[in-house]
T-cell receptor
Framework: GQQLNQSPQSMFIQEGEDVSMNCTSS?????WLWYKQDPGEGPVLLIA?????ELTSNGRLTAQFGITRKDSFLNISASIPSDVGIYFC????????????FGAGTRLTVKP | DTAVSQTPKYLVTQMGNDKSIKCEQN?????MYWYKQDSKKFLKIMFS???????INETVPNRFSPKSPDKAHLNLHINSLELGDSAVYFC?????????????FGPGTRLTVT
């Protein structure tokens, strides 16, 4: 099956800094999603991307669907303490029954 | 107005027992899922189910079985629980077909097998 590589595994940043994380796939996806998981909660959808090259923003978050359809990145600008959590990328392929595959997550720590 | 809900939130039980986790969604979705999240936070799909098709991840032991009394519910039954079953289990739902495949997750059930 498709392999999703998410990096970095963890990040420790100062409040106010910008953050960037990315995911790459061994094969093509037709959808990329980014989720955030707070401790003790389920993943919450942040951004959904459906077209190659698409760039979408949600407040301080910006995500892009790579032109090759094998990668996506998520940027967080001007981080704040509540950005702490685990961020997951997920991709699905309509030619594979729309099965969703998740990256291993990026654990973000923001120091006030 | 919770979109995807699960009960219980925590479940502590002994090896060998049989237990169930319930999931309900009020989003009008027709596909539901169960995921297992291990201690390293890796999310692994266990099942996806709609009223037409059950897709099972081949690595899931047959001690695990989903049961759907109707489109809004997908319960997870686990027989003969083992220590390695300890994890957080998430239910999710989405629309079916070629439309948006965004999945919406429940709050999770933390299962501890002793």
């Amino acid at each position: 099956g498709q392999q999703l590589n998410q990096s970095p595994q963890s990040m420790f940043i100062q409040e106010g800094e910008d953050v960037s994380m990315n995911c790459t796939s061994s094969s093509i996806f037709n959808t990329w999603l980014w989720y955030k998981q707070d401790p003790g909660e389920g993943p919450v959808l942040l951004i959904a991307l459906y077209k190659a090259g698409e760039l979408t923003s949600n407040g301080r978050l910006t995500a892009q669907f790579g032109i090759t359809r094998k990668d996506s990145f998520l940027n967080i600008s001007a981080s704040i303490p509540s950005d702490v959590g685990i961020y997951f990328c997920a991709g699905s392929d309509k030619y594979n029954n729309n099965d969703m595959r998740f990256g291993a997550g990026t654990r973000l720590t923001v120091k006030p | 107005d919770t979109a995807v809900s699960q009960t219980p939130k925590y479940l502590v039980t002994q090896m060998g027992n049989d237990k169930s986790i319930k999931c309900e969604q009020n989003l009008g979705h027709d596909t539901m899922y169960w995921y297992k999240q291990d201690s390293k936070k890796f999310l692994k799909i266990m099942f996806s189910y709609n009223n037409k098709e059950l897709i099972i991840n081949e690595t899931v032991p047959n001690r695990f079985s989903p049961k759907s009394p109707d489109k809004a519910h997908l319960n997870l039954h686990i027989n003969s629980l083992e220590l390695g079953d300890s994890a957080v289990y998430f239910c999710a739902s989405s629309l079916y077909g070629t439309g948006p495949v965004e999945q919406y997750f429940g709050p999770g059930t933390r299962l501890t097998v002793t």
